[in-house]
Structures are given as structure tokens and as C-alpha cells.
Nanobody
Framework: QVQLVESGGGSVQAGGSLKLSCAGS????????MAWYRQAPGTEREFVSS???????NNADFVKGRFTISQERAKNMVYLQMNSLKPEDTAVYFC??????WGQGTQVTVSS
């Protein structure tokens, strides 16, 4: 059984930074992509960033160089460094593995 646990969320002021972590356990294939999604109240979950096993990344347009995804596959860890945070980044951030497993999410709140 695959488990994903996010951490690192919190409350920051606009312009601040946070680093999210996702710890995976269970049978996660080393070939799986890992990704971050987010969901603000009253909205649908949206893609933020993904990383392939070879390190290839893909980012949503709104990331615009502010967020960086990274990984330590040997430890089943994926990270999201978020800089220059804006109030509109406020959401629950979810980790995804293999395009089908989800964590429980971690809240990020950015105040103006």
C-alpha cells in the first residue's frame, strides 16, 4: 500500500517562502512521476509542478520561476520550494505519485 505524507505547510506573509516535503512509503515504482497539486476553497484541484525519474520537470504557468520541485528518489521524497509567495497561492497542497496516489494535503496560507 502506497502512502504519501506532506509536511511543511504554514502561514506566511506575501513575499515569503515555504518548502513542502512529501514522504512516500510502500511500493512506489522508481519509474513513477511525482507531482504537486493544489486546491483553494471552492475551486478544483490544479496542477502545480511535476518531476520525472530523470529529473525532467514541468510547471504550471503561474509558477513562473517562483517554485522549484526536487526529489530524492532513493528516499521516496519530493519537495516543493516556494518563493515569492502571493495571497493567491493560498491552498491545500497535495502530493501525487504515479498519477494515482495522493497524500492528505498540507495547508499553505499567504497573507497580504
Amino acid at each position: 500500500q502506497v502512502q504519501l505524507v506532506e509536511s511543511g505547510g504554514g502561514s506566511v506573509q506575501a513575499g515569503g517562502s515555504l518548502k513542502l516535503s512529501c514522504a512516500g512509503s510502500g511500493k512506489i515504482s522508481r519509474m513513477c512521476s511525482m507531482a504537486w497539486y493544489r486546491q483553494a476553497p471552492g475551486t478544483e484541484r490544479e496542477f502545480v509542478s511535476s518531476i520525472m525519474t530523470d529529473g525532467t520537470t514541468n510547471n504550471a504557468d503561474f509558477v513562473k520561476g517562483r517554485f522549484t520541485i526536487s526529489q530524492e528518489r532513493a528516499k521516496n521524497m519530493v519537495y516543493l520550494q516556494m518563493n515569492s509567495l502571493k495571497p493567491e497561492d493560498t491552498a491545500v497542497y497535495f502530493c501525487q505519485a504515479c498519477r494515482k496516489y495522493w497524500g492528505q494535503g498540507t495547508q499553505v496560507t499567504v497573507s497580504s
